[in-house]
């Protein structure tokens, strides 16, 4: 199922701990596809914006995700971020920052910045002040980040990929969807090898 009007959708939240545990295949997959694939990222978003601290329950639900994955796939996470910062369930902002960064062709490295910032560093990217941190770390145009994190095309954009995410026949973050023309096939992650979802792709 190859073709130069074939693209593959990865759905995602850069605030997803599951999008962070797949991140390695993930970055193999997009080594090892054909390059008349065009992959498509689609910020799927998790959790709207909220000034609310998680309850603390919640806290430790997530966090114990994070073990759950940590022991299931051997993805590194810093748990001190659960002690440093005031955990807020609002993601919307990390998927806008990824959007404003797109915009200046850094899209897949603002990515890999939120998810290091926040598994590795225990920084909390739904902290505005954060993502303006790794703005000016990946060198952007701050400026431009800054009036591009919040502008109404941004926000349009997103409202437009989470509706057009939620179209696909997606099951949660991540997802992977190949479309060829008109026609959607989902394909099954594997989260520790690549080659079953080679060839789903080619089947």
């Known amino acids: 199922m190859t073709g130069t009007d074939t693209s593959l959708f ?14 390695p295949t993930w970055d193999a997959l997009k080594r090892a596809l054909p390059t008349s694939i065009h992959v498509i990222n689609l910020t799927g978003g998790l959790a709207p914006d909220s000034d609310q601290v998680m309850p603390i329950a919640m806290q430790q639900t997530i966090e114990d995700y994070w073990h759950t994955i940590q022991q299931q796939l051997g993805t590194e996470f810093n748990f001190d971020f659960w002690r440093k910062n005031q955990p807020r369930r609002s993601t919307y902002i990390a998927c806008r920052a990824a959007i404003a960064a ?40 701050t400026e431009t980040f800054t009036r591009d994190l919040e502008s109404p095309v941004t926000h349009a954009e997103f409202k437009r990929q989470r509706a057009l995410a939620h179209s696909l026949p997606i099951q949660g973050f991540p997802s992977l969807v190949l479309k060829r023309g008109e026609q959607l096939a989902g394909i099954t992650l594997n989260y520790l090898d690549v080659k079953p979802m080679l060839d789903a792709i080619a089947a």
């Open 10 to 23: 990865y759905i995602h939240d850069p605030m997803c701990s599951w999008c962070w545990g797949f991140r």
């Open 102 to 141: 797109d915009n200046q062709g850094a899209q897949d490295t603002m990515i890999d910045a939120i998810q290091q910032a926040y598994y590795l560093r225990a920084l909390n990217p739904s902290d505005r002040s954060v993502l303006l941190q790794l703005a000016a770390e990946l060198e952007l145009q």
